[in-house]
């Protein structure tokens, strides 16, 4: 039986070197479209979320950073004050506390990686809980 480690934070580190997708658990939200799912590292976190046609990238901010990139789908994103029509390939940065999100746009699922820094509970609390994305201006 081997022991599980944790980082800093106290988040445990996620001890696979190799894995598919389907071997992470999914967190889903029906009311908002969205499926996620969660690797940590020791300083990162690592997000596949999955977001259906229609539905809404809620605009939020935190105090972490965050680079992002599109595999499928259409986003009208907004990063800051900087808002664009992006695809597959394209992806974004959003700094700690710069608000960001968008709507999914055409008929394809939207489906996104996302990389955290640093590791803390906070985006664990959301996902473990059903939270919404802190809103614009949180301090979580």
């Not at 070197?17 to 479209?33: L, P, S």
């Not at 977001?51 to 939020?60: C, D, L, N, V």
């Amino acid at each position: 039986m081997s022991e599980s480690l944790t980082n800093e934070h106290g988040v445990e580190i996620f001890t696979r070197r190799i894995f598919r997708w389907d071997e992470v658990d999914t967190v889903h939200w029906d009311d908002d479209g969205l499926d996620a799912q969660i690797v940590t590292g020791e300083h990162m976190h690592l997000i596949r979320a999955t977001y259906a046609p229609g539905s809404t990238y809620e605009m939020h901010s935190h105090p972490h950073e965050q680079f992002s990139l599109l595999l499928t789908g259409r986003i009208l994103l907004t990063v800051g004050d900087e808002t664009r029509e992006i695809g597959p390939g394209d992806g974004w940065y959003a700094a700690g506390n710069v608000p960001h999100g968008g709507q999914i746009i055409g008929d394809e699922t939207a489906v996104f990686i996302d990389v955290y820094s640093p590791a803390t509970h906070w985006i664990l609390d959301i996902l473990a809980g059903g939270k919404k994305l802190p809103p614009v201006g949180s301090v979580d």
